[in-house]
């Protein structure tokens, strides 16, 4: 196996790049149908501490313990979607607002520290982990070896998830109907389309996609319970939405970038090179705002969602 720096930060980009995958492509979907849930941080932190708790108590062999944390994960993320869409596309409330209570309700203040108080989840370690898998064998090829075909499930479920999305949004009839929801919803309801069905359908996907990238961390990246442990990139995921201008390959591109950036200091760190922690610690942030500020005519002409944060109803 390789050992190269550039094979280092090119496997940390697919590796940490994949919880940003599957919490922004759910947040895309969510967005193209005219939703914007800016509480997806808190959902990520939710699903990582109720995946990590069932996967503790889960009795069985580890393949069914770690399914059926993964699943508790998103199930827990898409029940606190389907709250934030009732507040938001059934009482048409503020979705800025409700979003951002969504994310401090879930977050560091709220319902995963929680969780992770009564569970006891600090300091202990899961009871099964998400390992990586020696796809096909080919796991010691060069260079490609490590970054294609030794990863963890879920890195490889980030890449059907792009891909299904991709195929979705662009070549089904269902796709263009989320798509017109989000651009002009009284037409869209005009030709028959059920604007507030397909607003809480992607809404709650979205919600369960957020739950399993935060299930990422503490079952396969960082296997522990840190309160707070994604440190705000449920924001960077939304951050992503933007920058790909709702393309679902874009986003993975974007990524994939976030997870070096993410992962950058660890590798230098590896190899002697010695800086403040602090630095790459805000540096994924500084690296977003730096580029929606570079790319921000590029967004305002990208056709995204016209109806973006608009609630509807057919009374108007």
């Not at 709220?110 to 099964?128: C, D, R």
């Not at 939405?241 to 070096?260: D, E, K, M, S, T």
């Not at 230098?268 to 005519?297: D, K, M, Q, S, W």
Request: net charge neutral; aromatic share 10%; hydrophobic share 55%.
């Amino acid at each position: 196996m390789s050992s190269s720096i550039e094979v280092s930060l090119a496997v940390s980009g697919v590796t940490y790049g994949a919880p940003l995958v599957l919490a922004g492509t759910g947040e895309l979907l969510s967005e193209r149908g005219g939703v914007m849930n800016l509480g997806v941080d808190g959902m990520m932190l939710v699903g990582a501490a109720s995946g990590f708790w069932v996967c503790r108590v889960l009795p069985g062999p580890s393949w069914l313990a770690l399914l059926g944390s993964v699943v508790a994960a998103g199930v827990v993320g898409a029940l606190m979607a389907a709250l934030f869409a009732v507040i938001c596309i059934s009482w048409r409330a503020n979705q800025i607002v409700a979003g951002l209570a969504m994310a401090i309700g879930g977050g560091v203040l709220g319902l995963s520290s929680y969780l992770g108080s009564i569970g006891n989840l600090g300091g202990s370690a899961p009871a099964h982990v998400l390992n990586q898998i020696d796809l096909f064998g080919l796991a010691n090829l060069p260079a490609v070896g490590p970054l294609l075909f030794h990863e963890n499930i879920l890195v490889y479920a980030s890449w059907a998830v792009t891909l299904g999305a991709a195929f979705y949004l662009y070549r089904t009839r269902w796709g263009l109907f989320l798509r017109a929801a989000g651009e002009d919803p009284a037409a869209a309801d005009a030709m028959g389309v059920n604007v507030v069905r397909y607003r809480y359908t992607h809404t709650i996907l979205g919600g369960f996609l957020a739950g399993v990238g935060g299930a990422t961390y503490t079952l396969a990246l960082i296997p522990s319970w840190t309160n707070g442990m994604t440190t705000g990139l449920g924001f960077i995921a939304i951050g992503l939405v933007i920058l790909a201008l709702w393309n679902p390959i874009l986003l993975f591109g974007g990524a994939f970038l976030f997870g070096v950036v993410i992962n950058l200091g660890y590798v230098l760190e590896t190899r002697g090179v010695t800086i403040p922690p602090e630095f790459f610690a805000a540096l994924p942030y500084v690296v977003a705002i730096a580029t929606l500020v570079l790319l921000r005519g590029g967004a305002r002409r990208s056709g995204g969602p016209q109806a973006l944060g608009r609630p509807y109803s057919r009374a108007g």
